[in-house]
C-alpha cells in the first residue's frame, strides 16, 4: 500500500504533469541508467523522481531519491487504485518526456494547410 503522504505527492504531481509544469525526461537523456523502456525521471533540487515500467510486465515502479541519488522510497501499485495513479502518472511523464503533445500539435497545423503533405524524398530520421 502506498502511504498516505507519498500518494499525496504522486497525486500533486500527475495534476502537475498533466498541466504541463513538471519537466519529465527520459531518465537515460537525464543520465540515469535506464531500468526500462519506458523510464522516465523528474529532477527536483535536492532529489528526484523515477517512473517506469518493464514491457511485458505490469508493475510500474517508482523510486524516490535523496540528493545523493540513493533510493528513500520504492513505490508499486498493489491495488486498483494505486495502480491507476501510478499509470497515468507514468502515460503523463511519458508523453511529456517524449514531446507527444508538442508533436501532435505541428502534425495538426500540417493537416489544417492546403496542398500535398509529406516530402516526397525526405532524408532518414534518427530514431532513439
Known sequence: MIPPDVKKILDDLLQRTKAGEVNWVESNTAGIEALAEDDYVVILPDSSINIWKVKGDPTIHVHIL???GNIVLDVTGEYI????????????????????DETL??????LSKPGVLGNPKPKAQARQ
Open 81 to 100: 487504485e494505486e495502480f491507476e495513479l501510478l499509470d497515468n502518472l507514468l502515460q503523463a511523464a511519458g508523453r511529456k518526456a517524449l514531446n507527444i
Open 66 to 68: 535523496d540528493s545523493h
Open 105 to 110: 500539435e505541428v502534425i495538426k497545423r500540417n
